[in-house]
């Protein structure tokens, strides 16, 4: 190298971001109220836990942690591609990769600075946490994981600018870049399900998504992702959707600059906005700019994004995974056109409108419904050209695991066509993963390897993935056909009844910290467990009450239980005193949530499919015949 | 497909998707910088509901004894970070109009809020003027508020003649109440 | 070739068991009237609760849902119908309160839009299965 090799300063922007985020870490461990942010997010009495997470709940801190991220990201980017680092392509990459940071730290130079110092006199205590952001230590999981699986996305979106400058769109860098996407997607994935789970256990309505807006924010950038990580598949193996995969590289990350201005700007309203900020018309104008000069990019370099070959049939491998991209992709549009719409409502009409669950909720059911169906009947398409009798032969074995399991549901009087057909789907799609796992597995011992080997790679992973997220589904669709909700009135001592699980009011009891003080009941569910819903009252600067749910969680389901209200008793509480209730009563909100766990740990085994979909990929051959499986099965049942 | 066709329909394709995008971004940055929107609330140009109650100074509060005087009601809850920002906007008009010799009276009522909250931000907000509780929600209910801040104009004869949603500033405020008795004056 | 009929035969019990258990399992085969309580909780699932969460009144635990929720449920006691009810709720809270907007001018766009994404779906589906039936040109 003989002139200053720029790459040597990239480290520099990590020792920037550490320095500042080790700044910030000591200033609110340590209490300093001289720094704003410190004095609007952190109180004396703090916890350490909810000192440490204090970084990331509310704007400044964010946006520093997203350049924390980022560069670390970065670097690692410099140090995968380090044998190609005089590729040009490689340094166009990493300067857009740069450009993006550049920009968040100028947000941190300027607008957004977390190190403003307090004006006047310095507070002998701060506000403190937002109520919500300092009882249940998943504040410490999710925001980071979410952040690192948006920021992940920064990276094939790099490489799609880089080869678009370039104009070498022909070679391979998307699918070179698809582990990259494929762990934002996967941490992305987590990081949302602990969003909902999160809001689940503290927002006390017994429910984990309400399409608000924030969360529609996360949601967008997550279907893309999930388009992108199947499309690479095809452009892999068939060299098929280069200026698709490039757009959705694009698009994912232009949805995460979106989202964030969503979420910061307070031009919707939400309550998951922890803050408002000024700094919407900048993540405005940045949006702008990466989706226009990215139009113009792909625009100039049109005639050379052509593929060699075209799609051979519809009805094909590729055709499932184009038409799950399509799904995917229009339900993100939808998604985002309902959370705009009151907006633009306001701007023709004047009036105010709200877009709520039910318009989602009419999309997203027949589309989870079309998804599911996809996902049972696309691994067993082949590639280039499938046949009918073939797939029907395949699908037979998990044809009759569905039905099975539809006859015997309805047989137990499960009720609700809706429902029902979900879990036939769901039974149908898991039996498909299934089957498709067992085959490798047997192709694997044929080849005298460890048939856990099947398990590892795109293939394996992905089937996993499959499971992961028809354990979830099933858990989605049963938590909310067949919930039971109802409010007891609860005498002290007495046993009543409800939903089939018993409840017993115990007593009230206050705890008092210097972080909080709160008024629980004891309820004993089930003769068992003893839970304290209550109220939750945190020392600060106009802190409202917050409810404080108590979940018993079970294999099968929850029993979700609210404080709605306490007789009167005379006594000063900060629980919501109802008039009708005698003293010595409470009013116990009872949910009983058939499955829901489900749902975390369908999460779960989707983020461990998405990693073991990271180890490198094991090409095998099915030595026999797949339909052969069925044939073989059946003629030992009917001999 | 001739690499020509295959740049014109890129072409087309990134063009309508740029408009569209256009007209997404036009939309959203018109909407940045919160601040007062009007909303039609069916309660303008009616008579303003009976409001009244205990406030968190001591006293009581009834809207029908200001006849002849314009009143500026303000839901709020100490939970929603507009109200805050505008809290300090609030005292100064109040200040302000309790110069003038007709001035306009203002009073705040509390949105679903606990009342040692409310409480809390009253005294450490310094708000002079009265604040109503409203721990049934019956106020809300008979005003028709579902956010906070959402402030309504009432003039001198008890009708309502303004709504809006958003922190206001002491200058929109002020000028408010002076287009609101002018327009009293003229009949 | 043989094993063709079973195979036929096969699939054609799979589809009669899942049309069977699917028509049993909706519950179209012993209906009942919807109750008040179950009226009034429908009326609750289409109103938004007035305060920040955006909820719906029949999720949300606040005092004006709670408030809310009385006054849907005496009305439904009084024999009004769902749509007077909700008309009556949007009089006093204005368009907002609805879960969705009220259809007709610019909120048709709402149902628009998928409609022309599935129909776009359908048509290019359409289109690729067919364009492969042609022969093959140059």
């Given at each position: 190298?003989?002139a200053?090799?720029?790459?040597?300063?990239i480290?520099?922007?990590?020792?920037?971001?550490?320095?500042?985020?080790?700044?910030?870490?000591?200033?609110?461990?340590?209490?300093?109220?001289?720094?704003?942010y410190?004095?609007?997010?952190?109180?004396?009495?703090?916890?350490?836990?909810?000192?440490?997470?204090?970084?990331?709940?509310?704007?400044?801190?964010?946006?520093?942690?997203?350049?924390?991220?980022?560069?670390?990201?970065?670097v690692?980017?410099?140090f995968r591609?380090?044998?190609?680092?005089?590729d040009?392509?490689?340094?166009?990459?990493?300067?857009?990769?740069?450009?993006?940071?550049?920009f968040?730290?100028?947000?941190?130079?300027?607008?957004?600075?977390?190190?403003?110092?307090?004006?006047?006199?310095?507070?002998?205590?701060?506000?403190?946490?937002?109520?919500?952001?300092?009882?249940?230590?998943?504040?410490?999981?999710?925001?980071?994981?979410?952040?690192?699986?948006?920021?992940?996305f920064?990276v094939?979106?790099?490489?799609?600018?880089?080869?678009?400058?370039?104009?070498?769109?022909?070679?391979?860098?998307?699918?070179?870049?698809?582990?990259?996407?494929?762990?934002?997607?996967?941490?992305?994935?987590v990081?949302?399900v602990?969003?909902?789970?999160?809001s689940?256990?503290?927002?006390?309505w017994?429910?984990?998504?309400g399409?608000?807006?924030?969360e529609?924010?996360?949601?967008?950038?997550?279907?893309?992702?999930?388009?992108?990580?199947?499309?690479?598949?095809?452009?892999?193996?068939?060299?098929?959707?280069?200026?698709?995969?490039?757009?959705l590289?694009?698009?994912?990350?232009?949805?995460?600059?979106?989202?964030?201005?969503?979420?910061?700007?307070?031009?919707?309203?939400?309550?998951?906005?922890?803050?408002?900020?000024s700094?919407?018309?900048?993540?405005?104008?940045?949006?702008?700019?990466?989706?226009?000069?990215?139009l113009?990019?792909?625009?100039?370099?049109?005639?050379?994004l052509r593929?060699g070959?075209?799609?051979?049939?519809?009805?094909?491998?590729?055709?499932?995974?184009?038409?799950?991209?399509?799904?995917?992709?229009?339900?993100?549009?939808?998604?985002?056109?309902g959370t705009v719409?009151?907006?633009?409502?306001?701007?023709?009409?004047?009036?105010?409108?709200?877009?709520g669950?039910?318009?989602?909720?009419?999309?997203?059911?027949?589309?989870?419904?079309?998804?599911?169906?996809?996902?049972?009947?696309?691994?067993?398409l082949?590639?280039?050209?499938?046949?009918?009798?073939?797939a029907l032969?395949?699908?037979?074995?998990?044809?009759?695991?569905?039905?099975?399991?539809?006859?015997?549901?309805?047989?137990?009087?499960?009720?609700?066509?809706?429902p029902?057909?979900?879990?036939?789907?769901?039974a149908?799609?898991?039996?498909?993963?299934?089957?498709?796992?067992?085959?490798?597995?047997?192709?694997?011992?044929?080849?005298?390897?460890?048939?856990?080997?099947?398990?590892?790679?795109?293939?394996?992973?992905?089937?996993?993935?499959?499971?992961g997220?028809?354990?979830?589904?099933?858990?989605?669709?049963?938590?909310?056909?067949?919930?039971?909700?109802?409010?007891?009135?609860l005498?002290?001592?007495?046993?009543?009844?409800?939903?089939?699980?018993?409840?017993?009011?115990?007593?009230?009891?206050?705890?008092t910290?210097?972080?909080?003080?709160?008024?629980?009941?004891?309820?004993?569910?089930?003769?068992?467990?003893?839970?304290?819903?209550?109220?939750?009252?945190?020392?600060?600067?106009a802190?409202?009450?917050?409810?404080?749910?108590?979940?018993?969680?079970?294999?099968?389901?929850?029993?979700?239980?609210?404080l709605?209200?306490?007789?009167?008793n005379?006594?000063?509480?900060?629980?919501?005193?109802?008039?009708?209730?005698?003293?010595?009563?409470?009013?116990?909100?009872?949910?009983?949530?058939?499955?829901?766990?489900?749902?975390?740990?369908?999460?779960?085994i989707?983020?461990?499919?998405?990693?073991?979909?990271?180890?490198?990929?094991?090409?095998?051959?099915?030595?026999?015949?797949p339909?052969?499986?069925?044939?073989?099965?059946?003629?030992e049942?009917?001999? | 497909?001739?690499?020509?066709?295959?740049?014109?329909?890129?072409?087309?394709?990134?063009?309508?998707?740029a408009?569209?995008?256009?007209a997404?971004?036009?939309?959203?940055?018109?909407?940045?910088?919160?601040?007062?929107?009007?909303?039609?609330?069916?309660?303008?140009s009616?008579?303003?509901?009976?409001?009244?109650?205990?406030?968190?100074?001591?006293?009581?509060?009834?809207?029908?004894?200001?006849?002849?005087?314009?009143?500026?009601?303000?839901?709020?809850?100490?939970?929603?970070?507009?109200?805050?920002d505008?809290?300090?906007?609030?005292?100064?008009?109040?200040?302000?109009?309790?110069?003038?010799?007709?001035?306009?009276?203002?009073?705040?009522?509390?949105?679903?809020?606990?009342?040692?909250a409310?409480?809390?931000?009253?005294?450490?907000?310094?708000?002079?003027?009265?604040?109503l509780?409203?721990?049934?929600?019956?106020?809300a209910?008979?005003?028709?508020?579902?956010?906070?801040?959402?402030?309504?104009?009432?003039?001198?004869?008890?009708?309502?003649?303004?709504?809006?949603?958003?922190?206001?500033?002491?200058?929109?405020?002020?000028?408010?109440?002076?287009?609101?008795?002018?327009?009293?004056?003229?009949? | 070739?043989?094993?063709?009929?079973?195979?036929?035969?096969?699939?054609s019990?799979?589809?009669?068991l899942?049309?069977?258990?699917?028509?049993?399992?909706?519950?179209?085969?012993?209906?009942?009237?919807?109750s008040?309580?179950?009226?009034?909780?429908?009326?609750?699932?289409?109103?938004?609760?007035?305060?920040?969460?955006?909820?719906?009144?029949?999720?949300?635990?606040?005092?004006?849902?709670?408030?809310?929720?009385?006054?849907?449920?005496?009305?439904?006691n009084?024999?009004?119908?769902?749509?007077?009810?909700?008309?009556s709720?949007?009089?006093?809270?204005?368009?907002?309160?609805?879960?969705?907007?009220?259809?007709?001018?610019?909120?048709?766009?709402?149902?628009?839009?998928?409609?022309?994404l599935?129909?776009?779906i359908?048509?290019?589906?359409?289109?690729?299965?067919?364009?492969?039936?042609?022969?093959?040109?140059?």
């Amino acid at each position: 190298m003989t002139a200053l090799d720029g790459r040597l300063l990239i480290p520099v922007t990590v020792l920037g971001a550490l320095l500042a985020t080790s700044a910030m870490q000591s200033a609110l461990i340590t209490h300093d109220f001289s720094i704003a942010y410190v004095a609007e997010n952190n109180a004396k009495v703090t916890p350490f836990i909810y000192s440490v997470t204090g970084m990331w709940s509310a704007l400044e801190g964010s946006i520093l942690l997203w350049g924390l991220v980022l560069s670390l990201m970065i670097v690692a980017v410099l140090f995968r591609y380090r044998r190609q680092s005089t590729d040009l392509l490689v340094r166009w990459a990493l300067a857009v990769l740069l450009g993006v940071l550049a920009f968040f730290f100028a947000l941190m130079a300027g607008p957004a600075n977390p190190f403003a110092l307090s004006v006047g006199t310095v507070p002998t205590s701060g506000a403190g946490p937002n109520a919500l952001l300092q009882n249940n230590p998943l504040v410490a999981i999710h925001p980071p994981l979410l952040y690192v699986g948006m920021v992940g996305f920064a990276v094939p979106f790099a490489f799609a600018i880089a080869m678009l400058i370039t104009g070498r769109v022909a070679e391979a860098w998307q699918v070179d870049t698809r582990r990259w996407a494929l762990f934002a997607w996967t941490t992305l994935s987590v990081g949302v399900v602990l969003g909902a789970w999160w809001s689940y256990q503290v927002l006390g309505w017994g429910g984990f998504w309400g399409w608000d807006p924030v969360e529609n924010a996360a949601l967008m950038p997550w279907l893309v992702g999930t388009a992108y990580v199947h499309s690479i598949v095809v452009e892999e193996r068939r060299g098929l959707l280069r200026i698709w995969n490039l757009s959705l590289a694009i698009a994912a990350f232009s949805l995460t600059i979106l989202g964030t201005f969503l979420t910061r700007s307070g031009v919707v309203q939400s309550v998951h906005a922890f803050s408002a900020s000024s700094l919407g018309p900048m993540l405005i104008g940045f949006f702008s700019f990466i989706v226009l000069g990215s139009l113009a990019l792909i625009a100039w370099r049109g005639d050379q994004l052509r593929s060699g070959v075209g799609l051979d049939a519809a009805f094909s491998r590729e055709g499932a995974f184009i038409l799950n991209n399509l799904l995917f992709v229009s339900f993100a549009v939808v998604v985002l056109f309902g959370t705009v719409f009151p907006l633009l409502y306001e701007a023709i009409n004047g009036g105010t409108v709200t877009v709520g669950a039910p318009y989602f909720n009419a999309i997203a059911i027949p589309l989870g419904i079309a998804l599911l169906f996809l996902m049972a009947i696309a691994p067993v398409l082949s590639w280039r050209h499938a046949t009918m009798s073939v797939a029907l032969r395949r699908l037979e074995l998990p044809a009759w695991a569905g039905t099975i399991t539809l006859v015997l549901l309805v047989a137990f009087g499960v009720r609700g066509v809706l429902p029902l057909g979900a879990f036939f789907l769901g039974a149908f799609a898991a039996a498909s993963a299934l089957r498709s796992l067992l085959l490798d597995i047997r192709a694997e011992r044929q080849h005298h390897r460890l048939g856990v080997r099947a398990l590892l790679g795109r293939s394996g992973g992905g089937m996993i993935v499959h499971l992961g997220v028809v354990v979830l589904a099933v858990g989605i669709v049963a938590s909310t056909s067949f919930a039971t909700k109802g409010e007891l009135i609860l005498p002290q001592g007495r046993v009543v009844t409800f939903a089939g699980h018993t409840f017993e009011f115990l007593g009230m009891t206050e705890v008092t910290t210097p972080v909080k003080s709160q008024t629980l009941a004891r309820v004993r569910v089930d003769g068992k467990g003893l839970f304290r819903p209550g109220v939750s009252q945190f020392a600060g600067r106009a802190s409202q009450p917050v409810g404080t749910p108590a979940i018993d969680s079970g294999t099968f389901g929850d029993v979700y239980l609210t404080l709605d209200g306490v007789g009167s008793n005379g006594a000063a509480s900060s629980a919501t005193a109802v008039k009708d209730l005698k003293s010595g009563e409470i009013a116990l909100g009872v949910i009983v949530e058939p499955l829901l766990p489900w749902l975390w740990a369908g999460g779960l085994i989707m983020g461990i499919g998405g990693l073991l979909a990271l180890a490198p990929e094991v090409r095998r051959r099915r030595t026999s015949a797949p339909e052969g499986v069925t044939q073989d099965v059946l003629e030992e049942i009917l001999a | 497909m001739s690499p020509r066709k295959i740049r014109h329909g890129v072409g087309w394709t990134a063009g309508i998707l740029a408009v569209i995008l256009i007209a997404l971004i036009v939309l959203l940055a018109s909407r940045t910088g919160s601040q007062a929107t009007p909303f039609q609330s069916p309660l303008i140009s009616q008579a303003a509901p009976a409001t009244s109650g205990r406030t968190f100074l001591g006293g009581t509060f009834d809207l029908g004894a200001h006849k002849g005087q314009v009143v500026v009601v303000n839901f709020f809850a100490s939970w929603c970070p507009p109200c805050r920002d505008e809290q300090d906007q609030l005292n100064a008009f109040s200040y302000d109009q309790s110069q003038l010799a007709h001035g306009a009276v203002m009073v705040g009522v509390v949105f679903n809020d606990s009342d040692a909250a409310a409480q809390s931000f009253v005294s450490s907000r310094g708000v002079t003027y009265p604040t109503l509780k409203d721990p049934s929600g019956s106020l809300a209910n008979a005003w028709g508020v579902s956010s906070p801040p959402t402030t309504f104009v009432v003039d001198a004869e008890g009708k309502v003649v303004k709504a809006l949603v958003g922190p206001l500033s002491a200058q929109q405020l002020n000028a408010l109440v002076a287009q609101t008795s002018k327009g009293g004056a003229n009949g | 070739m043989a094993e063709r009929v079973p195979f036929a035969l096969r699939w054609s019990v799979l589809g009669v068991l899942i049309v069977i258990s699917l028509v049993v399992g909706s519950g179209v085969l012993n209906s009942s009237s919807a109750s008040h309580q179950e009226r009034a909780h429908a009326i609750d699932t289409r109103l938004k609760s007035p305060d920040s969460t955006g909820l719906s009144v029949a999720q949300s635990t606040s005092a004006s849902a709670a408030a809310i929720r009385a006054d849907v449920r005496s009305q439904v006691n009084q024999g009004r119908g769902d749509d007077e009810i909700i008309a009556s709720l949007e009089a006093r809270y204005g368009t907002a309160v609805l879960l969705t907007p009220p259809g007709g001018g610019l909120s048709v766009l709402l149902w628009l839009l998928p409609a022309l994404l599935l129909i776009g779906i359908v048509l290019s589906a359409v289109v690729v299965a067919r364009r492969r039936r042609l022969p093959t040109g140059p």
